[in-house]
């Protein structure tokens, strides 16, 4: 019995190895030397996992395996938070590979559940924009895709419009956009522009989607509203006093889930997170420790029944709860 044990332990150390070499190389880009640091072994040996890797059907262009460490704590996450859904990518050996991993797995997901005639409302961020890496673009008839944030008059390449529209030219789908700033001057502009009948049926369409895909931002100066100006980093000491441990869809929440009172968030044009409670599916995609605080008050403030996230991420949220995976 010992000796069975033993192997099967074996057997998963080297399962487990083949998964996260998998990612390391074809997801977070690191080469073969990397990766050999990075799990304690020979190149030589890296070369023979990712060819078994390949063999065995773990990559296809894609990665179609957890290790039994994510398998573990996708079950911690389900059961803590009562979740439909929880996957989670092994954490990045470097911080600012994060997005892309975690986007990747989003991306992933979302090609695997969408269907004919769906109804599909995006968010925006770093993270959304790597999920295009992971999608795999096919035609899908009668799907509409809808942008739950107003845009910006200069971005990069994640300007919330600009996120919703390649999401729809993957599948063919009808694209509709919340053409107003994601920012506006006053409360008072806001409230007009929501009065206008083409906004409010822009918000009625969002609020009935089949499927939504957000991501979450954390409250510090490398999050993408302080990274791009649109939130002056002046603000974010009035943040943290009022509450503040996140966004979600640019909205700053506390650990709670619920809105802080702030001048900014009188001030932005998208759709509220009270609002995503009419939605089919709300997934929220974000990963690293450091976001562990907003992703938990994420998941409170929309519902959400399916999380993508990273092993650190996971972690941390578990241990908050009193929960530890090895």
């Known amino acids: 019995m010992a000796l069975e044990e033993e192997a099967r332990a074996t057997t998963e150390l080297v399962a487990d190895a083949k998964v996260r070499a998998a990612w390391l190389y074809y997801v977070e880009g690191l080469t073969q030397e990397q990766i050999a640091e990075a799990l304690g072994l ?35 996450l389900v059961t803590v938070f009562g979740l439909d859904e929880a996957i989670v990518v092994p954490a990045a050996r470097d911080a600012a590979n994060v997005p892309a991993l975690v986007g990747y797995a989003a991306g992933l997901w979302l090609s695997d559940m969408l269907k004919d005639s769906m109804s599909l409302a995006v968010g925006w961020g770093e993270t959304l924009h790597q999920a295009l890496r992971g999608m795999q673009p096919r035609q899908i008839e009668a799907m509409s895709v809808v942008s739950l944030l107003g845009g910006l008059t200069h971005s990069r390449s994640i300007n919330p419009s600009a996120v919703a529209r390649r999401v729809a030219d993957m599948f063919g789908a009808d694209c509709f956009q919340l053409t107003a700033p994601v920012f506006v001057s006053s409360a008072e502009i806001r409230d007009a522009l929501w009065r206008e009948p083409t906004l409010r049926a822009l918000r009625d369409r969002a609020r009935a989607a089949d499927v939504a895909l957000l991501s979450i931002g954390s409250l510090g100066r490398d999050s993408t509203l302080f990274r791009e100006g649109l939130v002056p980093e002046s603000d974010l000491e009035s943040l943290r006093a009022a509450g503040a441990v996140g966004d979600l869809l640019c909205h700053f929440i506390d650990a709670e889930g619920r809105p802080v009172d702030h001048p900014v968030n009188r001030r932005i044009m998208a759709v509220s997170p009270s609002d995503l409670t009419g939605i089919g599916l ?4 974000g990963g690293g420790a450091n976001k562990a605080p907003a992703i938990r008050a994420a998941l409170r403030a929309s519902a959400a029944r399916v999380l993508i996230t990273d092993e650190s991420a996971a972690d941390a949220l578990l241990a908050n709860m009193g929960q530890k995976h090895d």
Not at 282 to 285: D, K, L, N, P, T
């Open 42 to 76: 020979s190149r030589v040996k890296v070369v023979r996992i990712l060819a078994a890797a390949r063999n065995e059907g773990i990559v296809r262009i894609r990665i179609d395996a957890r290790s039994a460490r994510q398998a573990a704590l996708e079950r911690g």
């Open 282 to 285: 709300v997934a929220i995609a």
